[in-house]
């Protein structure tokens, strides 16, 4: 399995035979080398969305077009841009899963908010969501852009993720503490990889509060375009 960061909170991961690209918001990220782009969508087969906003959404649409494969995510979402851009889509909602090959991805609630802008003005885009990502007998929850939330309990029951790839910026979503308060309190992480930050200066700009509160999980600080293999 290879996880890799795009920047933000976009990844590729390579599992069971799959390439998924995930919120992968490459044109305009200020963290994203424009010219490795090629490099970073090479080989994908499928692109899962958590919400509608810009810096997760924004290159969905042309990554798909670019590479002829469908795009996963909420049915308003994935409902607009069918209709609107002739892409392929796939929706589901959340507690669905959808067999991706070999992968199993269950949509899972978020706590956030969700549209897309326009020129006419934003757009309601469904609502927000996260992720369990299921291959090679490992689980992988990617939060989405979320806060602290009760459900992550019945997310560790039902699911044992032993990775977790959790937004951790603060201002639009937790910061390192809250992340970490939500991997002591409610999972049992073997790995944790924090995202939706150091983007821009009012995001965090270091895991090391992360780091420090979960001394006996591997916490990775990604790189973007470096793969961390697992």
Request: overall charge negative; charged content about 20%.
């Amino acid at each position: 399995m290879k996880i890799t960061w795009l920047g933000h909170s976009g990844f590729r991961i390579e599992i069971a035979g799959e390439i998924l690209l995930v919120d992968p918001w490459l044109d305009g990220n200020p963290m994203f080398p424009a010219e490795r782009r090629a490099e970073a969508t090479a080989g994908a087969t499928r692109i899962l969305v958590s919400h509608g906003h810009d810096d997760h959404s924004a290159s969905a649409v042309a990554i798909a077009r670019e590479l002829g494969i469908p795009i996963y995510g909420m049915p308003e979402l994935m409902g607009y841009w069918a209709e609107k851009h002739g892409v392929e889509t796939v929706d589901f909602n959340k507690g669905g899963t959808v067999a991706l090959g070999e992968v199993r991805v269950t949509m899972v609630s978020a706590t956030h908010s969700s549209s897309f802008s326009t020129p006419e003005g934003p757009v309601y885009a469904g609502t927000e969501s996260g992720y369990m990502i299921a291959g090679e007998g490992r689980t992988i929850y990617f939060s989405g852009d979320t806060d602290v939330m009760a459900d992550m309990e019945i997310f560790e029951e039902l699911h044992h993720p032993e990775i977790g790839i959790l937004a951790a910026g603060g201002h639009y979503t937790m910061d390192m503490a809250r992340a970490a308060y939500a991997a002591q309190k409610f999972f049992n992480f073997r790995t944790v990889i924090p995202c939706h930050y150091r983007t821009f200066p009012l995001l965090e700009q270091s895991a090391e509060r992360l780091i420090s509160a979960l001394p006996d999980v591997n916490v990775i600080e990604p790189e973007v375009l470096e793969p961390i293999e697992l």
